[in-house]
């Protein structure tokens, strides 16, 4: 009977910690700087809205900018749109650009949404689905997929 109930145990765990599956966000590594420069501009075309002087964005928009904005720990706590425009332009981060891009994909369609900044030379960001869901996070240009609780680093190229 102990037996049983460990291997019922194994079992569960097992499926609850079954390998996520990474394949459709795997494109996401052209984000990460690689032998080619060019990487980027061939896997995606994109969109961006300059954060410090929108006149407005969504309610989606501020929410993906505030994640970004408490892993980078800029904040604590999520801001409201003016607060963020306050913050960029006036504020402590007012040296640093904030920026709402869409980037699509040139070889599947699929939308991705990344909300960044430029505390240095290169980027930090968070990636989001265009369900909204996370994706990946951009730090210094190192790419980590995120899928539920698992992570995977894109490989350098």
């Known amino acids: 009977m102990k ?11 097992t499926n609850a910690f079954a390998a996520a599956d990474f394949s459709k966000k795997m494109e996401l590594c ?24 929108a006149t407005s964005l969504t309610a989606e928009q501020v929410r993906m900018i505030n994640a970004h904005l ?3 720990e800029y904040t604590t706590e999520p801001l409201t749109f003016q607060e963020i425009k306050t913050l960029f332009t006036t504020g402590d981060q007012r040296h640093n650009d904030l920026y709402f891009v869409t980037m699509t994909s040139k070889t599947t369609g699929a ?3 990344e909300a960044k900044s430029y505390p240095g030379d290169n980027p ?3 990636v989001f689905t265009s369900k ?9 240009d190192n790419i980590t997929l995120v899928e539920g609780q698992q992570t995977l680093e894109c490989p350098w190229k």
Do not use: C, H
Not at 132 to 140: E, F, H, K, T, V
């Open 132 to 140: 909204g869901d996370l994706a990946a996070y951009n730090q210094d």
């Open 124 to 126: 930090y960001g968070v």
């Open 70 to 72: 408490i892993q980078v």
């Open 3 to 13: 037996t049983m109930i460990l291997s019922l145990a194994l079992l569960i765990s």
């Open 30 to 53: 052209a984000l990460q700087t690689s032998d080619d420069p060019e990487a980027y501009e061939k896997a995606f075309s994109e969109t961006f809205i300059y954060v410090n002087k």
């Open 111 to 113: 939308i991705f949404y």
